[in-house]
């Protein structure tokens, strides 16, 4: 195995190291049970000390390339073998499994990985960010420091502003500052709810909803949707029977199925909901990505009642982990307390950066760039569907958002199709995990946004092929 | 009020409007009931949108600094001036009251707070740290994107490192990253208890602590405390009588005390947890910072069942948000989804940043600069104590950490004492904050690591003579 190190590089020398031997593995220089040098052999052969190596050791091995048998030495671990990486992602098909594969998805090189509503980073404003950031080290004292727990006022004026130009009249002090959108819903679901609680949610809805509804002993009960949003029949049954809390939707590009929820059925939803003083909570994540239409008003917009949230994992970059929230008083300051109590506050660096991006017109560009992309990617996934799939499979037309659902013949467990998709390469949701109650086998998630239309065309095909053998064989 | 701007300079229009503005307010030019120039006026004067006048007069709203009187103008707000800033400071001495006025308190010029215990962010390595996210940039489209929820491997395998330097052996796989060390305790509070149940506490304890027992609605029970860490025999009565959850203590530089637990007291303790399966959560927040004694081992090096919390907020910068816990399985796995439920994961580009910071030696350099700084300023208090205040008054000799735990003599009420040093231009917090059952009023809690020595001595004598004027008048 040959290392070779470069002392006038920025990147520490473990490091180097690590990335080297890595390397070796994947491209099969190095297969299992291959013996690396020992540290002392290594770390004198390089000319470092043999912490540098011991430590670069220590990472290839907490990453599962390497491992140590005491007394015989080191080697490559059958866990750096890319089937193996596979055949180690969950087994589980529920909220948890499918969020604990999420890192492990994209750790495996040869997948082409469609199962994550995530943005491209590619399509990342990395120079713009950088630069600001850079720019606001005269104020780092301030930045590093403690800053309110509500997020910064001139980040909540840039949203509020945001906000205006679609509809919604929320004053900086309305709005609430979190670390992303998940912890949104994990302080609303704290406040609203107690253990054993019901929330009414779409059947699919959003996994990290379901989860970390779990994780709070709250029951969550799924009215079925159609092309126009939730079945208001459904919705109004379940809340006489159930007396729940709260009703979670996603009226802007339903994640996961892409469905945008008609005029009329927002009208008679937010009708309904003051019928029965039924709080709404609105998750409009996606809500500033539309493909077809030039903007979409959320329901915050229609009844200031609603409880909205939003972030700009989706529009910008999630690991900004920034989201923020409108709701009404007194709901907004037990809100500001459970966030404080949660966390204390939001890293303050990136919500000045994100300040600066916003004011400047840098996000209002961002999203110009970037929503052509998804709009030919989502093209390409439908004319590869119409193309590929054989007749009795469906799938929804989604005019914004990151994702769309597809159906298959009911005969089909799409969770044996997820998983011969994953040993041809491509990664997929299966559609159980979007379900409280673990139905929807027919269903698979297909995130077009973060492949290219060649990796698109080329996974839908993989696809067709998959379902077809099923069918006919 | 005249406005210069300079639009070469990378600061926004708008913003330099409003600071302008601010100063003039601040500086007296402009007093209360100041009327301003119309936003068509002051956009035309400097030759600016309309837009960018408004959005900077939207900021100064926010922050109370000016007033809209709609049909009359905008004004220099009453809450402008610092009296009324120091007159909104919240009248409740409870938990949620001491964390509201925290940036409320840093955001009033005239004061110069000894109230909370922030590292002091003239000492911030901020010029390394710009440099190390400077070089990050190439690696930008991983660090932007999701990550783990664990946390970052290197930076596990990093912090395994320093915990293996202070005695604990805790691998890259037991520790689990957190958004700050409050996240740690929510977490942890989260998995291990239910509403309603005991959870046991010193007497006093930390304030972060009881806001979020009350905001889960979980009891907290304290128990005294002597120079030597909490009483074990009211432990012991209280475990026999509560049942409690599990027992959170702060062996290291103990907040609010600055009490460091003797060796004796620790094996005790334990053993007696042992005796009783009680589990024990250990913050070490502070054990990072030592003045007098070169290592301080956590209880987590005497027994690897305890629950272990710590952070960079104290020993590095509060504004990463970046904590770190370690637990024993199957718990650490809960942690780890509850994690996740609550906000997916904490943002990776601080968190590779801080890894090159502790594996290129800036981690222990920053702590060798700063911990003589933290010392000098325990000496000047120690001194100034001494020299000003009357016979009576006590306190804590800290031998690392930011606070000592001044009493007073028992008919004189810290809350009057403190509130009157707001006036007079020093802030403190009152001792009532830091028991749940809001008794302590005897006490203050005097931060040190902010303040220079010159302010500590003017600090303390202010300090001396009004609890001297409340004796002796």
Redesign the interface.
């Known amino acids: 195995m040959q290392i070779a190190i470069d002392r006038d590089r920025?990147q520490?020398l473990?490091?180097q190291i690590a990335s080297h031997i890595r390397q070796h593995i994947r491209y099969g220089q190095a297969p299992i049970g291959t013996r690396l040098p020992s540290i002392r052999q290594l770390a004198s052969d390089l000319g470092v000390t043999r912490l540098t190596v011991e430590?670069a050791y220590?990472?290839l091995r907490?990453?599962g390339w390497i491992e140590t048998v005491v007394g015989r030495g080191t080697f490559v671990a059958r866990t750096a073998s890319q089937e193996e990486r596979i055949n180690r992602l969950s087994s589980e098909v529920s909220p948890?499994g499918i969020?604990?594969d999420?890192?492990r998805i994209?750790d495996i090189d040869v997948l082409r990985s469609l199962a994550?509503a995530?943005p491209d980073?590619?399509l990342?404003p990395?120079e713009s960010?950088?630069n600001i950031?850079?720019?606001l080290?005269p104020f780092?004292?301030?930045?590093?420091?403690?800053?309110?727990?509500e997020g910064d006022?001139?980040l909540?004026?840039a949203i509020?502003?945001m906000l205006r130009e679609r509809g919604v009249e929320s004053g900086?002090?309305d709005i609430l500052i979190?670390?992303?959108a998940?912890?949104a819903l994990?302080l609303v679901t704290?406040s609203l709810t107690?253990?054993g609680d019901v929330v009414i949610v779409e059947k699919p809805t959003h996994i990290?909803l379901l989860?970390?509804l779990?994780?709070?002993g709250v029951r969550p009960v799924a009215i079925p949707m159609d092309g126009h949003g939730p079945n208001l029949n459904w919705l109004e049954q379940a809340i006489v029977q159930y007396q729940p809390r709260c009703f979670y939707t996603i009226p802007n590009f339903h994640n996961p199925t892409g469905t945008l929820m008609s005029q009329r059925r927002r009208e008679d939803l937010l009708s309904l909901a003051r019928r029965y003083q039924l709080t709404i909570i609105e998750d409009d994540i996606y809500g500033w990505l539309p493909f077809d239409t030039p903007i979409q008003e959320p329901l915050k917009a229609l009844d200031d009642s609603v409880i909205y949230i939003s972030s700009f994992t989706k529009m910008l970059?999630?690991?900004?982990?920034i989201g923020f929230m409108s709701s009404p008083q007194p709901l907004h300051n037990h809100l500001l307390?459970?966030k404080?109590?949660?966390?204390?506050?939001?890293?303050?660096?990136?919500q000045a950066a994100l300040t600066?991006f916003i004011?400047?017109g840098h996000m209002r560009a961002h999203l110009k760039r970037v929503v052509p992309h998804y709009r030919q990617r989502r093209d390409q996934i439908l004319r590869s569907l119409k193309t590929h799939m054989p007749p009795g499979v469906t799938w929804t037309e989604p005019s914004g958002g990151f994702s769309l659902w597809l159906t298959l013949p009911s005969h089909i467990d799409a969770i044996w199709v997820q998983r011969r998709a994953l040993r041809l390469g491509f990664a997929f949701t299966p559609g159980s995990a979007f379900f409280p109650d673990n139905s929807g086998s027919q269903h698979l998630r297909i995130c077009f946004a973060q492949q290219p239309p060649d990796i698109i065309e080329e996974a839908i095909s993989v696809l067709a092929n998959i379902i077809k053998q099923e069918l006919y064989e």
């Open positions: 920025d520490p473990y490091h430590t220590d990472e907490a990453e948890r969020l604990e999420l890192q994209s994550y995530e980073p590619a990342f990395v960010f950088w950031i850079a720019n080290k780092a004292q301030d930045l590093m420091g403690y800053v309110g727990a006022a001139e909540r004026i509020s502003g900086p002090d979190t670390t992303g998940a912890q994990t704290q107690r253990r990290t989860h970390l779990e994780a709070q970059m999630p690991g900004l982990r307390d459970l404080r109590s949660n966390d204390l506050f939001t890293a303050a660096l990136f600066t004011r400047s």
